[in-house]
């Protein structure tokens, strides 16, 4: 099957969402506009080249002009078009043209060199003026000239939505934006650069079952659109350009993980409750309203994260109190009689607000994430929290404050929420006045003071995959610290332990909604250490049941005794592999 004479190459990067598929590349231009090449040029050239540039400046506003026509008879509000009307004006802006063109002549580059050369100026200048309202102006140059640089380049800005044959799809880089935006079937799966197993791209690849591999460092510059591609999504393998023979192979593959996935299903029905009966609750981890069917098929038990901020992604306004209605009461009806635990807008670390322009941090992982932006936003916050209570009276909702480090941010969230209590209550507006709080532990500092936490909330769920980042000082989305991601870090099982302690002595709830809890080791010891609910992606429901009812209570709780006093995460591993055979096997590569 491998075309014609092409090179086969062999490529391992972080598998983070298991599978296989075979099929067709198609690369697409995310992340990163190529650095623009440095080219001199010969007199002759000059005049050639401003004239490209002057194209791609005209090509340029056509696009823009299109996209206002479009916005005009799709009603959208003055503000957004007013954004296109002042992108429309910086490409008409002389300073901006006359440079460049200046660049060109007189230092004989390319038009591609000269822009960035402009842009570097402006931008400088920008920098220099202290007034937020020019600085967010230089982002908009900074925007447009983008847009004029991949006319020249001669790409398009393409979106994933507009994909048309199903596709393996390679990047550099891919946004949340842009795997919310991913249709199964059309992406078979897909390729990056760069990322992390937690990335929320590699979560949002999860939770729709699509295959992906990322922190390929290199596979934007190794396949081309057409290869032949093979992506083994559970060992982090690609091959491009395979032989038969291995297309086979990975075709008998492929069928052994469906049916291994297929039998699963045995398991849908049965309670999950360990050999001595201890019931764990099993629930799913959400992103958009799309997910529910695979989540109930797989039988979740509720809702242990809706993961809201998607609501707020792929779109040029903030959603209204009425849209947020809406949403959560649609998935709290699906979902009933079980739970819906909505998490307040977690925006900042690897997800963007398109329509708030929000400033470039340097660290935005440690910046003005979740409920630090929500506390600082409080109009935005209030709109949320009124439609989570309104949405109350259908069926058993809870809220949870992402991102908490420390009581006053809990007690501020809790009073904001009071606060649109009394409002609804005067407005006549029904809510459920017990509606349950709880708060993410994905904080070391929160983790540590848990004992305090826990007397203030209804209920806390672990975020594991920030808690790993934050304790073990791995950035989530870096494919270079990748291999520090080691939930069996004995830090990370202690914090666990301590968090888990603190819950259970007070009474509450205590779950575990990070991506540990749907992979079985770790599950086991979660299980031991005492947590009550496990929220996770649909495919992992099973898996996980089938760990849980293989093994009693006493005897989780024996291995964790025994590994907290372990030295290191291999030593951790190794204990746990020596457990595992015993209890329970993954078979489908056997
Ligand atoms: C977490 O941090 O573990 C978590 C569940 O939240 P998110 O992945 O959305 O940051
Ligand atoms: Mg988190």
Redesign the pocket.
């Known amino acids: 099957m491998g075309d014609g004479k092409k090179q086969v190459i062999l490529m391992k990067g972080i598998g983070v969402s298991s599978g296989i598929v075979i099929g067709r590349a198609y690369l697409m231009e995310r992340g990163i506009i190529e650095p623009a090449q440095f080219c001199y040029l010969d007199s002759a050239e000059i005049e050639n080249e401003i004239e490209r540039f002057t194209n791609a400046l005209k090509t340029s506003r056509d696009q823009l002009l299109r996209i206002k026509k479009k916005m005009e008879q799709d009603g959208k509000g003055k503000e957004h078009i007013r954004i296109i009307d002042a992108h429309l004006m910086i490409l008409k802006d002389n300073m901006l043209i006359n440079d460049t063109i200046k660049v060109i002549k007189e230092e004989r580059v390319n038009a591609e060199w000269a822009l960035k050369t402009v842009l570097k100026d402006v931008k400088e200048y920008f920098d220099k003026i202290d007034d937020e309202y020019l600085k967010e102006r230089s982002m908009d140059i900074e925007h447009i000239v983008n847009r004029v640089l991949i006319n020249l380049m001669g790409r398009k800005h393409e979106s994933i939505a507009d994909l048309k044959n199903p596709s393996i799809v390679i990047a550099h880089d891919l946004a949340p934006t842009d795997t919310a935006q991913m249709v199964k079937g059309t992406v078979l799966g897909f390729l990056t650069d760069v990322g992390g197993r937690?990335s929320?791209t590699a979560?949002m690849a999860r939770s729709l079952e699509i295959p992906a591999v990322v922190g390929l460092e290199t596979v934007t510059r190794k396949a081309e659109t057409g290869d032949i591609i093979i992506v083994d999504g559970t060992t982090g393998t690609v091959i491009i350009n395979p032989s038969e023979s291995v297309v086979e192979v990975y075709k008998r593959r492929k069928e052994r993980y469906e049916n291994y996935g297929k039998a699963l299903f045995h398991y849908k029905d049965l309670p999950c409750e360990t050999m001595d009966g201890r019931r764990v609750r099993l629930m799913g981890?959400m992103e958009i309203v799309e997910e529910i069917d695979s989540l109930i098929e797989h039988g979740a038990e509720g809702i242990g994260?809706y993961?809201t901020e998607f609501l707020y992604l792929n779109r040029k306004d903030l959603p209204t109190e009425e849209e947020h209605v809406k949403a959560y009461k649609q998935v709290v009806k699906r979902m009933a009689p079980n739970p819906v635990i909505i998490r307040t807008l977690?925006i900042g670390?690897d997800k963007f607000l398109a329509q708030m322009e929000m400033a470039k941090e340097i660290n935005p992982a440690m910046g003005l994430r979740a409920i630090r932006f929500c506390l600082k936003n409080i109009d935005i916050f209030k709109i949320q929290l009124r439609g989570i209570l309104r949405a109350s009276a259908n069926g058993k909702i809870r809220v949870m404050f992402?991102m908490i480090s420390g009581m006053e941010e809990l007690r501020r969230a809790k009073a904001l929420l009071e606060q649109c209590m009394e409002e609804l209550k005067a407005e006549g507006k029904p809510f459920d006045p017990n509606i349950e709080i709880g708060v993410?532990i994905?904080v070391p500092s929160a983790a540590i003071i848990a004992d305090l936490i826990v007397k203030e909330v209804s209920f806390i769920s672990i975020?594991?995959?920030?808690?790993l980042q934050y304790s073990l000082a791995i950035d989530r989305v870096n494919e270079h610290v990748a291999y520090l991601y080691e939930p069996f870090h004995p830090a990370v099982l202690r914090i666990i332990k301590t968090v888990a302690d603190a819950a259970n002595k007070a009474g509450i709830s205590v779950s575990v909604?990070?991506?540990m809890a749907g992979e079985p080791e770790y599950a086991l010891i979660l299980l031991g250490f005492g947590v009550d609910q496990l929220s996770m992606n649909a495919f992992s429901i099973l898996r996980v049941k089938r760990l849980i009812r293989s093994i009693s209570y006493a005897e989780a709780k024996k291995i964790c005794k025994q590994i907290v006093s372990l030295a290191t995460a291999k030593e951790v591993e190794n204990y746990i592999n020596s457990k595992l055979p015993g209890l329970y096997k993954e078979e489908f590569w056997s």
């Open positions: 937690t929320h979560i981890n994260l993961r977690d670390g992402p993410m994905e975020g594991t995959n920030d808690l909604c990070g991506e």
